[in-house]
C-alpha cells in the first residue's frame, strides 16, 4: 500500500497494488477541477484550451519537468486532409478528398481505424484548427510534401500537412527553459525544408536555402537567442495559447493510479515529499495523454519482442507507459501494441542514436538497403514507418545502408556536409568503407556472393529508370528527396563508383504507436466496446486511427490534436458533475 495520502482518497484504484477504502464521499479530494491533462504534448495542449475555452477548471499533470513531450521533439507538422491553411495558400483539397484516400488506404477490416472514427478525425480539422488560430496559433502550408502513399486513390502529391511558424525562444518568458527539446539538434530548419536543404550541392535551391539556414543561424548568434523550430516551434506556440488563458501547468508531477469505483473519477499523483500523494477530483473527466511505452523495457520485450528498442527510441524520456496498465486493469482494450511510429536509425559505437535515415538518405539516389543476405527487402524511398515495419518483418534487424562514392560526394549524412568524413566514423566502425564489394560485406557480416547479385540487379534496374521488386521512385513521394540530376529515375542511381561505404541500421521510432481502444469522441473502450466512464484517451496512449498504416507527414501529432480536441468536446456536452 502506498503511504502517505493513499488511504484518505476515498476511490478505488485502477490498478490492484494499490489500495483505499471504497466508500466515496465528496470532502475526501485534495483538490476538484473539471478536467484533468495528464501529459503535455500537443493533444494535451489542445484539449486544456478547448476545455478552459468551454469554461472548465482545467489541470494539466506533466511527469517531467519540462513542458511539450513528445510533440515538442518532434518535425512539429500536422497532416489535416482539406485544411483552410491550405486552401489559403491556393491548394485545393476537401474532407472527400481525404476520406477517399484513407478508405483506399486502410479499409474497414481495422477495429481501431473504423469509418467511424476515421470521419470524427476528418470532421474535428475544422473547428479544431479554427480554435487554434483564435488562439494565436501561426501555421503556414507545407506545399509539395506529399502523403507517404499519394499513388492511392484520393492520395495528393502535393500534400496536405501544415506546420507552425518559428519564433525566438525569448517570446516564452520564464517558459524559454521549460520547453522538452530534441537533444543534439540545432540547426533552425523546418520539417519541410530539409528536402531542398539536402540537395544544397546539386540544385540553386538547395543552394538558396543552405544561404536561408546560414542567415538564421547568424541571427540567432547577433540576436542571443535561438530560433525554436519544427515540434518545438508548435509547443513553443502552443504553450503561449495556454499561458495567455491561465491554464495551470504542472510539472513533476507523476499520476500514480487512476481513481474511482464506477469508471474514473480523478487522480492520484505523488507528492513532493517521498511516500506522500495527493488525489484530484475530475468532475468532467480524466483525458490520457501521456503518451506511449517506447522508453519501456518491459513493455517493449512484452509486446513487441524487442530487447534494446527502448534504446532506439527518440521519444521524451518520460514516455514509459505508465497508466497503460491501470487502464487495462480496469477493462480497456488494447490494441497495436506491435507498433510504434518506425524510423530507420543507426548507432554510435557507445550504442546511443546517431541519427535517423528516412527520408533524407535513403530517398537519394547511389544506395541500397540490404539484410544480412546482402538483399534487398524493401523499397527505401517509402515512409520511414514503412521501412521500419519490412526491417522486422522481412529480416533486416539490422540491416545495413549501403552507398558508393557519389552517396558521400553529393549529399549530407545526417548534419555532416557532402564530402566530409569524420575520422570518428571510420575509427570506430560506425562506418565502413572499402574498395569493393566483397570487401565491404566482409567487414558487415554481409554474404558478399548475395550483395553482389542484389547490386548488379539493383543497378540494371537504375539504368533502365525501373525498380522491378520494389518500384522504388514510382510515386511523388519516393522523389520528395530525391536528385532531380540523376536520370531517368531520380531516386534510383547505380552502385558502380568505389569506395563504398556501409552503416547499420536498426528500426527505431518517434513513438509507439499502439494503446487504448476508443470511440469517435475520444472514450476509452473496454473489451466489450463500451465507454469507460470518464477516462478520454488521445496522441500515441491511444490505438491509431490509421491502424498500421501513416498516411503522411504529421499524421499521429494531427491525430493526436484533433482527438484531444473532441474528448473535450464530448465532456463540455455531458451532465456529468
Known amino acids: ?50 476545455g478552459v475555452r468551454s469554461g472548465m477548471k482545467v489541470v494539466v499533470l506533466e511527469k517531467n519537468e519540462k513542458i511539450g ?40 477490416r481495422d477495429p481501431a481505424s473504423s469509418p467511424e472514427r476515421r470521419e470524427a478525425f476528418l470532421q474535428g480539422i475544422g473547428p479544431m484548427l479554427t480554435m487554434l488560430e483564435r488562439e494565436g496559433l501561426r501555421f503556414y502550408a507545407c506545399k509539395g510534401y506529399p502523403d507517404y502513399y ?69 541571427r540567432q548568434k547577433l540576436g542571443g537567442h535561438s530560433l525554436l523550430y519544427r515540434g518545438a516551434a508548435l509547443q513553443a506556440r502552443m504553450l503561449l495559447a495556454a499561458r495567455k488563458l491561465g491554464i495551470d501547468i504542472r510539472t513533476g508531477q507523476k499520476v500514480v493510479a487512476l481513481l474511482g469505483k464506477d469508471g474514473v473519477e480523478g487522480v492520484e499523483i505523488a507528492g513532493a515529499e517521498s511516500g506522500t500523494t495527493r488525489c484530484i ?11 506511449g511505452f517506447s522508453r519501456n523495457a518491459d513493455l517493449r520485450r512484452r509486446f513487441q519482442a524487442m530487447e534494446a528498442g527502448a534504446d532506439w527510441s527518440m521519444a521524451n ?21 506491435d507498433q510504434s511510429w518506425w524510423v530507420p536509425v543507426s548507432l554510435k559505437a557507445s550504442g546511443q542514436l546517431a541519427g535517423f535515415h528516412s527520408p533524407q538518405e535513403m530517398q537519394k539516389p547511389f544506395c541500397i538497403a540490404v539484410n544480412r543476405d546482402g538483399e534487398r527487402f524493401v523499397n527505401e524511398a517509402a515512409s520511414y514507418m514503412e521501412i521500419g515495419q519490412a526491417m522486422r518483418a522481412r529480416g533486416g534487424v539490422p540491416a545495413w545502408i549501403i552507398m558508393e562514392a557519389r552517396h558521400r560526394k553529393y549529399y549530407p549524412w545526417g548534419t555532416v556536409p557532402p564530402r566530409i568524413m569524420p575520422a570518428s566514423w ?52 519516393d522523389r520528395y528527396q530525391a536528385d532531380p540530376r540523376v536520370k531517368p529515375n531520380p531516386s534510383l542511381g547505380p552502385l558502380s563508383q568505389a569506395p563504398f561505404y556501409a552503416v547499420q541500421i536498426v528500426p ?13 469522441a475520444g472514450r476509452a473502450l ?47 456536452g455531458s451532465n456529468r458533475s
Open 1 to 50: 500500500m502506498l503511504q502517505g495520502r493513499s488511504a484518505d482518497c476515498q476511490a478505488t484504484s485502477l490498478i490492484p497494488t494499490i489500495s483505499s477504502r471504497s466508500a466515496m464521499t465528496g470532502d475526501v479530494w485534495d483538490e476538484e477541477v473539471d478536467l484533468v491533462v495528464i501529459g503535455s504534448g500537443g493533444g494535451g495542449l489542445v484539449a486544456a484550451i478547448e
Open 69 to 108: 513531450g513528445s510533440t515538442a521533439m518532434s518535425g512539429g507538422i500536422l497532416w489535416l486532409p482539406g485544411n483552410s491553411v491550405m486552401r489559403r495558400a491556393g491548394e485545393k483539397d476537401s474532407i472527400a478528398e481525404g476520406r477517399r484516400y484513407l478508405d483506399n488506404l486502410i479499409g474497414d
Open 150 to 218: 499519394d499513388e492511392e486513390l484520393g492520395g495528393r502529391p502535393q500534400g496536405r500537412a501544415i506546420g507552425a511558424h518559428m519564433i525566438v525562444s525569448g517570446a516564452l518568458g520564464d517558459d524559454a527553459g521549460r520547453l522538452q527539446l530534441l537533444p543534439g539538434w540545432n540547426m533552425p530548419v523546418a520539417t519541410d525544408e530539409f528536402a531542398a536543404l539536402s540537395r544544397a550541392g546539386r540544385t540553386l535551391k538547395g543552394k538558396l536555402m543552405a544561404l536561408r539556414v546560414a542567415g538564421r543561424t547568424l
Open 281 to 291: 477530483r475530475a468532475k468532467r473527466g480524466v483525458l490520457l495523454a501521456a503518451g
Open 317 to 337: 524520456p518520460g514516455d514509459t507507459g505508465d497508466l497503460l496498465e491501470q487502464a487495462r486493469a480496469r477493462g480497456a482494450s488494447l490494441v497495436h501494441m
Open 426 to 477: 571510420l575509427n570506430s566502425g560506425y562506418m565502413k568503407r572499402d574498395d569493393t564489394l566483397e570487401g565491404l560485406a566482409g567487414q558487415c557480416g554481409i554474404d558478399p556472393i548475395g550483395l553482389r547479385r542484389t547490386v548488379e540487379r539493383f543497378n540494371a534496374f537504375a539504368a533502365a529508370g525501373h525498380d522491378a521488386d520494389f518500384r522504388r521512385g514510382a510515386r511523388a513521394y
Open 508 to 520: 527505431g521510432d518517434v513513438g509507439t504507436a499502439g494503446g487504448l481502444m476508443a470511440d469517435p
Open 526 to 572: 473496454d473489451s466489450a466496446g463500451r465507454p469507460i466512464a470518464g477516462l478520454y484517451v488521445c496522441g500515441n496512449a491511444a490505438a491509431p486511427v490509421f491502424g498500421a498504416f501513416y498516411p503522411g507527414p504529421g499524421a499521429s501529432i494531427a491525430a493526436s490534436f484533433v482527438f484531444g480536441y473532441l474528448a473535450v468536446r464530448h465532456m463540455a
